[in-house]
């Protein structure tokens, strides 16, 4: 189970962070991911990383400007998000596998199979 917070109302340039909180063991192994939607669009990728390896993917819209990170211990996922623009504005969702995905997976929202419930996240121009 997953339980993502940290949402809400930030001004354009402005920063957030996000977390999820994992009922897991362990991540060792785990592919781990943030996606987003906005109304009427589908689900979009936003920044996995892969245990295994650090590994870190993040989409183009939000590449150099959103960071993910893990800690193992306290089984929490983070998004630190800066720079933010009105087209960041969506739900932000936190989702995991626990297994290595492949780099060409990774950002496929169908290769995760627990997912929390969202969180807002309002950018004002």
């Known amino acids: 189970q997953l339980q993502a917070s940290g949402g809400g109302l930030v001004q354009a340039g402005g920063s957030l962070g996000l977390s999820c909180a994992a009922s897991?063991?362990?991540?060792?192994?785990?592919?781990i991911a943030w996606f987003r939607r906005t109304p009427g669009k589908e689900r979009e990728f936003v920044a996995a990383?892969?245990?295994?390896?650090?590994?870190?993917y993040y989409g183009d819209s939000v590449k150099d400007r959103f960071t993910i990170s893990v800690d193992n211990a306290k089984k929490m996922v983070y998004l630190q998000m800066n720079g933010l623009k009105p087209e960041d504005t969506a739900i932000y969702y936190c989702?995991?596998?626990?297994?290595?995905?492949?780099?060409?997976?990774?950002?496929?929202?169908?290769?995760?199979?627990?997912w929390g419930q969202g969180t807002l996240v309002t950018v004002s121009s």
């Open positions: 989702a995991t596998r626990s297994s290595r995905l492949l780099p060409a997976y990774i950002n496929r929202e169908d290769m995760y199979s627990s």
């Open positions: 897991v063991p362990t991540f060792n192994s785990y592919s």
């Open positions: 990383l892969r245990w295994s390896d650090s590994a870190r």
